[in-house]
């Protein structure tokens, strides 16, 4: 079985500041992860990918992720945040082949960032 | 740049009535989801077609939820009778089975 945990529904930083989004997953296949943004009232667009390949993953607008699998973590983050990345952010996991390649979300993190 | 296309974007409807949706994948795209995502959750998957058959559907309401892709291309989804507790952002997604899932703006159904 696989799950997600996202720690902390609601974070909140400063224009300019470090973004931290933290994903925990559980597995018991190799997982692939992801991260998802979603904007208010829109679908989900992938911001990075973990495949198996490196472990430090760099995705799109700046965001980046390190898979650490003695941790079983997989956070977000930006170093520098921007007033557009204000959204929500899902953490997702997936096994591979059949149903076990459907995605499992967390319940997502709403990133605020203050001028 | 392919997107996948969802419509209606907004529907209200009452309780009890039948309400449908509709959903274009990726041109391509064999494998087809549909997701619902209650206000402050995640997604969570509904039904997974592969081509025109269903690989998944064991979290979909089969009293009330429907689901067809009868030429494996476009797909319907199906609630009828809709109840309050349905209001929910309903996501399509497809792939190519890469694991990349792309996501349609979604559809917003408010039951009332």
């Known amino acids: 079985a696989q799950s997600v945990t996202q720690l902390g529904s609601h974070v909140s930083v400063s224009e300019g500041a470090l973004v931290l989004l933290r994903c925990n997953y559980s597995?018991?296949?190799?997982?692939?992860l992801f991260w998802y943004v979603q904007y208010p009232n829109q679908g989900l667009q992938l911001l990075l990918k973990?495949?198996?390949?490196?472990?430090l993953v760099k995705g799109i607008n700046g965001f980046e992720a390190e898979f650490k699998k003695s941790e079983t973590s997989f956070h977000l983050t930006k170093p520098s945040a921007h007033m557009s990345d204000a959204a929500e952010y899902f953490c997702?996991?997936?096994?591979?082949?059949?149903?076990?390649?459907?995605?499992?979300f967390g319940k997502g993190t709403k990133l605020s960032v203050k001028p | 740049e392919a997107e996948v296309a969802q419509s209606p974007r907004y529907k209200i409807t009452e309780k009890s009535q039948a309400v449908a949706f509709w959903c274009d994948p990726i041109?391509?795209?064999?494998?087809l989801y549909w997701y619902r995502q209650i206000l402050g959750q995640g997604p969570e998957l509904l039904v997974q077609?592969?081509?025109?058959?269903?690989?998944?559907d064991s979290q979909l309401p089969k009293d009330r939820f429907s689901a067809e892709r009868l030429k494996g291309v476009d797909s319907t989804l199906k609630i009828q009778p809709a109840e309050l507790g349905d209001s929910a952002m309903y996501l399509c997604?497809?792939?190519?089975?890469?694991?990349?899932?792309?996501f349609g703006p979604g559809t917003r159904l408010t039951v009332l």
């Open positions: 997604a497809s792939t190519l089975g890469s694991h990349e899932q792309f």
């Open positions: 597995s018991s296949v190799p997982p692939y």
């Open positions: 973990y495949t198996s390949a490196a472990t």
């Open positions: 997702a996991v997936s096994g591979y082949g059949g149903s076990q390649g459907n995605l499992i």
């Open positions: 041109s391509g795209h064999a494998t």
């Open positions: 077609f592969q081509d025109e058959s269903v690989v998944d």
